[in-house]
Every structure is written in structure tokens, then in C-alpha cells.
């Protein structure tokens, strides 16, 4: 099949979860023979090949505003691929459900990814909860498919909406690193550091997870991965920190990111919005053992394979962390856990292949 994917940043990844998605399946796919475009922000992504991992890739104008960015673009993207024949569209973000009609107005079947309930975040302002209200209405009845990457998503359509969504995970990564490169640069030794990964937004709690670890006892270090493009007051306040243990890395993706992935002692996933979080998936595959906040997202994800705190009780986390810092029997133990878990549940091969027959199914309906 002839498949474009767009309403994402692009690839290779450089920014959060849509994009670590994408990096996984679309290259999957060309594997499969599939002849895969992926369509990706001028603004963001600097890679001049035509071609990624046997991807072709197409960099389109956007503009860059908060707001903006994300519907501008892929408005650019199913307008340029207006007269492409695709057999399959694919569009992450229920944010762009209105340009489903786009390509099926020219007879491409239209798969939308929703991810989870972006109202809930709090960078939007009321005209941005209502646009993205709006916009999970229209993906009940404009795109030709809907999916959803939690069942709790797909609950959420089938209750509000009655519409029957597909439900798809994310897959976790199955390799083995070894190598230790940006631990050398941050000057960091394999399990001595305790790690968190996510936009730096308030919803994401990277200030109770600063907060916390600010109060524990331990040598150890707190490794915060992540930034945010439109989030500066809210990262200057959590890098004012006075604790030394504390290390703001940025952006970290590809081997260096695996590697952070890979040594850490134990990691954090202090997300409270949105479906499946791909480095939740990512550090359960790494064997980690996880601290999850206590969120029905978290529970479909990690079942009993994970720790929880409260959502509410800062203190509850502080606790929690310095429990697992004290205790490496118990973070051992919960490694090996997991490790057999996601490796059941969340196999990249078998999320590709789902993704490949409902591509195949719609395009032989239309």
C-alpha cells in the first residue's frame, strides 16, 4: 500500500510522543513493503535526506504559534497530498479531525489516531478545550476510522459519542543497551540515578516530582528528560531548583536517550493527561521498574507490574521514592516483573500488523 502519515512534528524524532510513535511504526511498515511518506514541520525537523529508515520523508511549511502549529500544518500537508494517490491517509491528533474530509473528499480512506482527551491539559485556554471538544465530535463521523491508543479512550468515544474506536496500543522496545556515552557527559554512573521523562508542562507534574525529590535521602541523582517549545515560565521555575542531585537534560532521543533508558534505577511517569505515554511503554521494555502516578491510563498500562503513588498527596510520592531508594530488593524484583509483562502485551511486531490489516480492511472498502 501507498500510505501517508501526517499531523505530527515528524521524523526522526525529536519532540514526544506522536512523533516516538511514528519512528516505530512507519519504518515497520516500509519493512513490510509498504511505501510509507511521512510528512513533517519545517520549524522542527532538520533532516535533508529524502529518505529516514526506508521512509520517505516531506517537509512542509507551518506556522509557529502554539495554538497554530499543529492545525496549520497538517491543513498544508492534505492539500499537498490532495492529487497524491495514497491508498491510505493516516492522521495522529483528534485536533485535526476536520481535515479528514480532505482526502476522502478524493476517495482515500482516512485513519485518525485521537490520542487521549487534550481538553483536560492545562496550556489550553477555553477556546482551545472547546476546539478540541469540537474536534472529537468530528472524528466520530469524517475520518473513514477512528483509533485509540487506550481502552479508557475507547470507552470515553463509545460512552459520549457512541462510536465504536479501534483499539491499538503502542508497542515497547525489545534491545538491550550497553553503551553509556551521555551518562559520561552528565556525569552519571548506571543505576545511581533516578529517571523522568516528559514535556515539561504542568499536567505532566515535573514540579511534585522536583518537589519530592527534594525532600529524599539519598546520593543519587533525579535525571529530568524533556522541554517544551511554549512552557518557559514553567521550566525556569522547575530548573531554579537549589538541589545539586538535580539534572535538567533537555531533549534527549535516539541512543542516548535508550541509554538513560537502560541504567536508570528506577523511573518515574508522573503524567496525569492524554492515552498510553510511548516512554512509559519505552522504560517498562527497558526493564525498569516504574513509579506511576496513580491514574486509570497508568493502571490499563502497567497493571500489577508497577508501583503507584497518589495523585493528590505530594507527600505520597516522596515516600514512595525514597522507599524504592532504600529498598533494591524491591526495585529488582518489580524489574523482572515487568520485563516479562510488556514483553507479552506490548509486542512492536503485532501493533504493526494490526495496523497493517485495518489499513488493508478500509482500503478494500473504499
Keep these: 500500500m501507498k500510505i501517508a502519515i501526517m499531523g505530527i512534528r515528524g521524523i526522526p524524532a525529536n ?26 514541520r519545517k520549524n522542527i525537523i532538520d533532516y535533508s535526506e529524502p529518505v529516514y529508515k526506508g521512509v520517505h520523508i516531506k517537509i512542509l511549511p507551518t506556522i509557529s504559534h502554539k495554538y497554530l502549529d499543529t492545525v496549520v500544518h ?35 480512506p482516512t485513519v485518525l489516531n485521537v490520542d487521549g482527551l487534550e481538553w483536560k491539559r492545562q496550556k489550553w485556554n477555553a477556546l482551545g478545550k472547546a476546539f478540541y471538544r469540537i474536534s472529537e465530535f468530528l472524528a466520530t463521523f469524517l ?9 479508557m479512550v475507547q470507552q470515553y468515544y463509545k460512552r459520549k459519542f457512541g462510536k465504536y474506536s479501534i483499539y491499538i496500543p ?32 504542568p499536567e505532566n507534574n515535573a514540579h511534585r516530582v522536583v ?28 530548573r531554579a531548583t537549589k538541589d545539586p542531585r538535580i539534572i535538567f537534560s533537555g531533549y534527549v532521543f535516539g541512543r542516548g ?8 534505577y528506577f523511573y518515574i511517569q508522573a503524567t496525569e493527561v492524554g492515552g498510553t505515554h510511548p516512554a512509559l ?3 517498562m521494555g527497558f526493564g525498569n521498574c516504574v513509579l506511576a502516578n496513580d491514574v486509570p491510563e497508568h493502571r490499563e498500562v502497567l497493571g500489577k507490574a508497577g508501583i ?19 529498598d533494591n530488593f524491591k526495585v529488582t524484583r518489580y524489574r523482572n516483573v515487568v520485563r516479562e509483562y510488556v514483553h507479552k502485551t506490548y509486542d512492536w511486531d503485532q501493533i504493526v500488523q494490526q495496523y497493517e490489516m485495518l489499513f488493508a480492511k478500509i482500503n478494500r472498502k473504499s
Design 143 to 151: 475520518p473513514t476510522a477512528i483509533v485509540s491508543d487506550a481502552r
Design 15 to 40: 519532540y514526544g510522543g506522536f512523533e516516538t510513535f511514528i519512528e516505530n511504526l512507519a519504518p515497520r511498515l516500509a519493512q513490510r513493503g509498504h511505501q510509507v511518506t511521512v510528512y513533517g
Design 281 to 283: 511503554l519505552e522504560a
Design 211 to 238: 518537589a519530592a525529590f527534594e525532600k529524599v535521602k539519598t546520593d543519587k541523582k533525579l535525571v529530568m528528560v524533556g522541554d517544551a517549545p511554549y512552557s518557559s515560565d514553567y521550566i525556569r521555575q522547575l
Design 74 to 108: 497538517t491543513l498544508v500537508c492534505v492539500i499537498y497530498s490532495f492529487f497524491i494517490k495514497y491508498d491510505v491517509v493516516f492522521i495522529c491528533n483528534s485536533a485535526n479531525a476536520a481535515f479528514a474530509v480532505i482526502p476522502r473528499l478524493m476517495g482515500k
Design 308 to 326: 503507584y503513588f497518589s495523585r493528590t498527596d505530594d507527600c505520597d510520592l516522596a515516600e514512595k521514592m525514597q522507599e524504592l531508594l532504600y
Design 170 to 201: 503502542y508497542g515497547a522496545p525489545q534491545v538491550t543497551v550497553t553503551s553509556k556515552e551521555i551518562l559520561n557527559r552528565l556525569g552519571l554512573q548506571p543505576r545511581q540515578y533516578v529517571l523522568y521523562v516528559s514535556r515539561m508542562e
Design 257 to 264: 536517550y535508550y541509554e538513560l533508558q537502560a541504567h536508570a
